[in-house]
Each structure stands twice: as structure tokens, then as C-alpha cells.
């Protein structure tokens, strides 16, 4: 099928998503990394690329073409860490930083390495500290755990984890809920408490695939995995560690194609599983970082 050719929009589109992506770029040279030699470099073609040749490739061109939908993945995930990072500077973020720049351009090269590249790892925790820092917490590295998400009241502690395979998923889950709750500082005044963040991206779309749809409203089957799924099992296995832990945060990405409107990007989805004991400080813990994360949708 023919991509419309006069469909300006979504060229500018394309555009403004680019010109972000190299602000994010010059921002990670400032702090003194070597961009041109990245995987991130790699994905600033692709994705030019995939600007200049819009209506001229049909769509099934871009879906098989794998650095298109992994330049999407990889483009939004860097403009939002760094829009909500800028202001970190130093060592334990300049640390996760470097390593982000590491690894092979493409999901499925990683996939095939006997050990796989931990890029990828370090980019979750930055984004999913990014999404606490939109929140209004403050952010500490410089603890054991993956991030600290802290404000007058209230101290989580992240562990952030990536399962490859199913058969993976509770491990992941109960190993960072574990995790979470032995970061836990004996002279703290703050109510302390652990997350367990699991990106189950992989899961959702193993290939690292365009996703075409024709509707949007089929984003919503992807939500009613983690609510049909995912969840029930969740609050099954894990409610166990709700004295100390509050709740496993879902989140997952896929880059999508919306054909009728001629739409490309990235459907992203953070999701919240409680664990917490009921009227116990976890409950009332969640709830205020629950109203938190919820007010800071769309900031």
C-alpha cells in the first residue's frame, strides 16, 4: 500500500521528532560522551532516513525495514530522558549515561549474543526514573538500588528489570521486589518503600516490530494483556511483600502504524499493579504517589 505523498504533516512531524533527537544528542556531547562512534548515531540515520524517503517507500517497505522500528523505539525513549534529565549531572547518571551508549543497533543482534549488551538495561532505568522525575520527586543514584524516588513524605526505592522470556517474568518481579526492600536506610524519617519496574516490551513484541494497526482503539488490547494477564497474576504471587513494597509498575513500548491516518511513533504504556496490605502504610504510600504519577500525565 502507497504512502500519500502530499501528506505534509506527517513529514513535519517526522521532522520535529528528529530535530528533538539531536537536541538530545548534543546534549549527551556536552557532558563529554563520543556520540558519533554510538549506537546512538546509527539511529539518527535510520531515522533521517526514514524521513526523506516518506512517500516514496510503501508501507510495507518501512515495516520490514527492522532499523526504522528500532530508530522509533530508541529515538523517543532518548528525547524523554533527556527532556526530564537535563538538569542531572553527575557521576552516577554520567555512569548509567556511557553505558546507554554501548551495545548493537538492532533488538534481535542483542537477542542472539550469548550475553547480551546491558545498554538497553541502563536505558530503563533512566527513562523510568525520568517518569518519576515528571512526577515532582527528586531522584538519588547513589544508592544500591537502580534510583531512589524521594519528596517530603515518601522514599522508593526502583528496581528496574527487562525479562527476555516468559518463563522469566516472576523471577524478574520477585528478585526486584527483594531487591527493593533491603535499600531500605535506618535513619531515614521518610515512609520507605520498594517498586519493582518491569519492562515487558519484549514480552508484548519479541521481534521489535512495526505494529500496523487500523484503529486505534486496538491499542487497547495491548492494556488488556497487563489487565487480563499480567495483573491477576501479580497481585496472585506478590502480594506477599506489601508490607515493605507497593506495587509493580508494567510499562512497555511499541512502535506503531496507524495506516487510515498515516500515523507512525512510539505507544507507550506505564501501568501500576498494587501489592500493598490493605490500611497499612504501603496503602497509604501508593496512594500518594499514584495521585502524583497521575497528575503528571501529559506534562
Not at 32 to 45: E, T
Not at 103 to 121: C, F, W
Request: positive net charge; hydrophobic residues 35%; proline residues 3%.
Amino acid at each position: 500500500m502507497p504512502i500519500n505523498k502530499k501528506s505534509k504533516i506527517k513529514q513535519e512531524r517526522l521532522d520535529a521528532t528528529l530535530e528533538k533527537y539531536r537536541e538530545a544528542l548534543g546534549w549527551l556531547e556536552k557532558k563529554g560522551f563520543n556520540i558519533k562512534n554510538s549506537r546512538l548515531a546509527k539511529y539518527d540515520k535510520s531515522y533521517k532516513k526514514l524521513l526523506d524517503n516518506w512517500g516514496k517507500e510503501t508501507f510495507k517497505e518501512i515495516i520490514e525495514n527492522k532499523s526504522y522500528s528500532s530508530s522509533v523505539y530508541e529515538v523517543y525513549e532518548v528525547i524523554q530522558i533527556h527532556q526530564r534529565l537535563i538538569e542531572f549531572d553527575n557521576k552516577e547518571v554520567n555512569e548509567s549515561i556511557k553505558k546507554l551508549l554501548s551495545g548493537v543497533e538492532l533488538y534481535e543482534e542483542d537477542d542472539l549474543k550469548i550475553k547480551p549488551s546491558s545498554a538497553r538495561d541502563f536505558s530503563f532505568e533512566l527513562y523510568m526514573a525520568s517518569y518519576f522525575k515528571r512526577a515532582g520527586y527528586s531522584l538519588s543514584f547513589n544508592t544500591v538500588a537502580d534510583f531512589n524516588a524521594y519528596d517530603k513524605k515518601d522514599s522508593f526505592f526502583v528496581e528496574c528489570k527487562r525479562p527476555a522470556k516468559e518463563e522469566t517474568f516472576g523471577k524478574n518481579i520477585e528478585k526486584a521486589l527483594k531487591q527493593s526492600a533491603k535499600r531500605f536506610l535506618s535513619d531515614s524519617k521518610r515512609c520507605q518503600k520498594g517498586i519493582a519496574a518491569i519492562d515487558i516490551s519484549h514480552l508484548l513484541n519479541p521481534n521489535h516490530e512495526f505494529q500496523v494497526i487500523e484503529s486505534l482503539n486496538e491499542t487497547s488490547d495491548y492494556l488488556s494483556v497487563a489487565d487480563e494477564i499480567y495483573s491477576p497474576m501479580i497481585k496472585e504471587h506478590f502480594d506477599k511483600y506489601g508490607e515493605n513494597c507497593v506495587a509493580v509498575i508494567l510499562n512497555w513500548r511499541l512502535p506503531m502504524l496507524h495506516i487510515p491516518n498515516q500515523q507512525l511513533g512510539l505507544y507507550n504504556k506505564v501501568f501500576s499493579v498494587p501489592i500493598f496490605n490493605s490500611n497499612s502504610t504501603s496503602e497509604e504510600a501508593f496512594k500518594r504517589m499514584s495521585q502524583k504519577l497521575t497528575n503528571s500525565v501529559g506534562i
